[in-house]
């Protein structure tokens, strides 16, 4: 029996090291996928050029997987309060990154669309609760995983007019919103108060209000995107729509990376790991790569140095900036 025990002991250490779960993520360069590949635009003619979305790999560390990350040079650990808010469990973590990639691909269908000429409509059908201050005016009221519909008589038809309305009440206010969980509607009043001693904006305490709707457009677009969450590729899939809703060839022959955000009027927003994706890009052979304008560029700059690539890295504010630099750019 004895001979047995360091085998067990060492069966263990093994599960231990990699199985039990630490309160930490780890992250790492992911992929550089093709946005031809994950978007059709009904008629259209695919060309050429390649524009490519790019992807952080992320896993929760166990003990092997958190030292291992010490010796790779573009891995990053976060903990987990980094990316749980308060009360959030692992399922709503991840059915909110689904949201951020539905937002995305909503947000670059419309910019898109605009941006070509085309029209878009709108379906709106609430806001998402990600999650609940503690002690917060709706700590007790509302749960993460609610969709808002209602704000007192008036249905929400947009993220901002939620916003706009909520920050319009004195505190103290008491309002009525009507609410869905697990697809049965609910009313509740909440107080509205004041968000910070240091601040007069007042709000109902709720982490991260995310939109939930729906696009309808002419001709159709469908995503085939699986797996991924995250807001970071809807610039790449605006361009991707454009370039499928106008003639030529975008990219004019070139292999073009990108991340960020697209928001309201084409503005790009910031996104995590930049510094991450610049090596995605270059193992994909990228040979310019788009990125957002500030922190991100700067981040970025230095892992085009690393890792001595001659991709050249392009910042942007907008997404007409990268159309226009795309415009520029002669044909290969």
């Known amino acids: 029996m004895k001979a047995w025990k360091p085998a067990l002991a060492a069966v263990l250490a093994a599960m231990i090291a990699f199985f039990v779960p630490l309160p930490y993520f780890i992250s790492y360069p992911g992929d550089a996928t093709s946005t031809e590949q994950l978007i059709d635009v009904e008629g259209a ?14 896993r929760r560390a166990t003990p092997y997987f958190l030292v291992e ?65 503690p002690d917060g005016p709706a700590d007790g009221k509302l749960k993460a995983g609610d969709q808002i519909t209602a704000v007192g008589d008036e249905a929400i038809t947009s993220l901002s007019g939620f916003m706009k309305t909520i920050s319009s009440k004195k505190a103290g206010t008491k309002v009525e919103l ?25 709000g109902l305490g709720i982490y991260e209000p995310l939109p939930m709707s729906s696009v309808k457009t002419d001709p159709e677009v469908d995503f085939n995107v699986k797996d991924v969450g995250g807001p970071s590729a809807g610039m790449m899939f605006t361009l991707e729509i454009y370039d499928q809703l106008t003639k030529g060839d975008l990219a004019k022959g070139y292999k073009i990376a990108g991340t960020g955000t697209i928001e309201e009027g084409g503005q790009v927003g910031p996104i995590g790991g930049a510094w991450q994706k610049v090596v995605a890009a270059d193992e994909a052979d990228a040979e ?12 970025a700059k230095p892992s085009i140095k690393k890792i001595e690539t001659n991709m050249k890295l392009v910042p942007i504010k907008t997404v007409e900036d990268a159309l226009d630099y795309l415009e520029a750019l002669p044909a290969k």
């Not at 990350?69 to 990154?97: H, I, T």
């Not at 509607?185 to 968000?195: A, G, K, N, P």
């Open 69 to 133: 990350s010490l010796f790779l040079p573009f891995a990053d650990r976060s903990s987990v309060s980094d990316y749980l808010y308060d009360g959030e469990s692992d399922a709503q973590y991840e059915k909110r990154q689904k949201l951020y990639m539905e937002e995305a691909q909503h947000n670059a269908t419309i910019e898109g669309y605009e941006l070509a000429g085309k029209k878009a409509t709108v379906d709106f059908k609430g806001i998402y609760v990600s999650g609940i201050i």
């Open 288 to 299: 310019i790569m788009f990125v957002p304008s500030g922190e991100n560029y700067k981040e």
């Open 178 to 202: 009507t609410f869905l969980r697990n697809k049965k509607q609910r009313q509740t009043d909440i107080t509205v108060s004041q968000l910070t001693k240091e601040s007069e904006r007042v």
């Open 45 to 58: 003619t695919k060309e050429p050029g390649d524009l490519m979305m790019l992807t952080i790999a992320q």
